[in-house]
């Protein structure tokens, strides 16, 4: 979080997204080995709309 503070603000949300897209994906691998396999997908569906969003972003600018 200090290193996307320090960024200005476009640069700090993509990062932001980022880095919740990669906590989001963690968490779907590690619910994968005991919870519901649709828990684990709309996760990992998740995960994938904000790297969508971040792909976005970086060709509007």
Request: proline share 0%; charged share 30%; aromatic share 0%.
């Given at each position: 979080?200090?290193?996307v503070r320090?960024?200005?603000s476009d640069e700090a949300i993509c990062q932001s997204l980022r880095a919740?897209?990669?906590l989001i994906e963690n968490a779907a691998f590690?619910?994968?080995r005991h919870d519901n396999a649709k828990e684990?997908?709309?996760l990992?569906?998740?995960a994938a709309e904000l790297d969508r969003m971040v792909t976005e972003?970086?060709?509007e600018e």
């Open positions: 979080m200090t290193r320090e960024h200005r919740a897209s990669l590690e619910m994968a684990v997908s709309r990992i569906l998740t972003m970086e060709h």
